[in-house]
């Protein structure tokens, strides 16, 4: 019998690197077979696996920043497979989202340094995958941004002009190409 797939969602984005296929029934059917492809080529380029008759099949360990291409057919003994949404070729798309840039931490001016110029050098080490970095500077000790995230580029320094004699507290986040932050020191709220 006719059925038709449910989620994820015909083209839906940011899907976990561990999800799920889900569809309807389909009347007479005595096993579900799935294919997951990343081909867009309206085909079943890896194979057909069976659910054992689940309208559901969990999937782990897709890669991050990919687009996969997913279909679904109802087998019986005998008869030629029905395909999910009435045609083989209609295959759905979703995309897991890009891997955050890796763990990174700040390097200078240390936590609690006292006696700093009025300009100094913010550092931090690299963070892999990461295309630029953003850095906040703050006088206000409640480890959040209540300032501005400045732009550093791909640099992994900024020099801050400061006043004398002012207590400031500061925070770095990378982005990479799929606009995902990672925190200096493994925290939003791990300002210096």
Sequence with gaps: GAFVKAAPANGAGLQSTSTSLSWSASA??????????????????????????????????????????????GTSPGAPPTYANGVSTDFWSFTTPVAPPGSFGKSAPANGAVGQANT?????????????????????????CDSTWSSAGSALNAVFNGAVGTTYYWQVRATNAGSTLTYADGAPGSFW
Excluded: F, H, K, M
């Design 28 to 73: 007479g059917v005595a096993d579900y077979e799935y294919c997951l492809d990343t081909t867009n080529n309206a085909a079943c380029d890896t194979a057909w696996l069976s659910t054992s008759g689940a309208q559901a099949i969990a999937i782990g360990g897709l890669n991050p920043g990919t687009t996969y291409y997913w279909q679904i057919r």
């Design 120 to 144: 100094p050098p913010l550092t931090w080490n690299a963070s892999a995958g990461a295309t630029s970095y953003e850095y906040c500077v703050d006088t206000v000790n409640n480890n959040i």
